[in-house]
């Protein structure tokens, strides 16, 4: 078991410009999240995912926010026409079940996007 | 609604010296308490944790207590080290669902030898 996996580890990248991150869960892991954590702050959730299925949507994430998890296994967030104000670490955890809630996420080290 | 207040940063101690890092929530419920710590450039690592009032959850030396009363989690360590320095996060999961955490703000801590 690796734990979680998150690619690239740095973007940069022109507003305007999509960009998309890739998140690899632990395996048995069916529970996977997005947060966004910006300079000198705490995470903040985006959206979960139980397998396959996105259950829950911040209000955070705008419409040029889209997440997926096709197999129920690795996860994509794509952003569309970037703006400034993306620019932030995002970052991936996963858990089994709704044990997350009792013994923790298990974070991967993120994914930190410059927008320029 | 859910949220974590800590302590304002940045702490500077020296080797061997007490640390405190202070904590405190608000939850609709009863929530799920833990500590997470990120070193310089990586992501959020699980410190320590506890899920009911009165837990005291332990780990690497750090200590925190779930006290419902004050509402409080307060991280604590006897002795740090160098290598505890770090930026560490108070969290709550939520009560309702569990299907989200509410993290503090974020401690930084710098130990110089």
């Known amino acids: 078991d690796t734990g979680v996996s998150q690619d690239p580890r740095h973007k940069i990248t022109k507003r305007g410009q999509n960009v998309t991150f890739r998140c690899d869960p632990i395996s048995e892991h069916n529970r996977l999240y997005w947060y966004r954590q910006t300079l000198g702050q705490g995470p903040e959730f985006l959206t979960y995912f139980q397998n396959e299925a996105q259950l829950e949507k911040s209000r955070l994430l705008s419409d040029r926010f889209s997440a997926e998890r096709p197999k129920g296994s690795f996860s994509t967030l794509e952003i569309q026409r970037t703006e400034q104000g993306d620019s932030a670490m995002y970052l991936c955890?996963?858990?089994?079940?709704?044990?997350?809630?009792?013994?923790?996420?298990?974070f991967g080290s993120g994914t930190r996007l410059t927008v320029v | 609604g859910n949220s974590v207040t800590q302590m304002e940063g940045p702490v500077t101690l020296s080797e061997e010296a007490f640390l405190t890092i202070n904590c405190t929530y608000t939850a609709t419920g009863y929530p799920s308490l833990f500590w997470y710590v990120q070193y310089p450039g990586e992501g959020l690592q699980l410190l320590l944790k506890?899920?009911?009032?009165?837990d005291k959850g332990s780990n690497k030396g750090f200590e925190a207590t779930y006290r419902k009363e004050t509402t409080s989690f307060h991280l604590e360590k006897g002795s740090v080290q160098v290598s505890d320095s770090a930026v560490y996060f108070c969290a709550l999961s939520d009560p309702n669902t569990g299907n989200q955490f509410y993290f503090g703000t974020g401690t930084s801590l710098t130990v110089i030898p």
């Open positions: 506890a899920t009911k009032a009165d």
């Open positions: 955890a996963s858990s089994l079940g709704g044990q997350g809630s009792n013994y923790g996420y298990t």
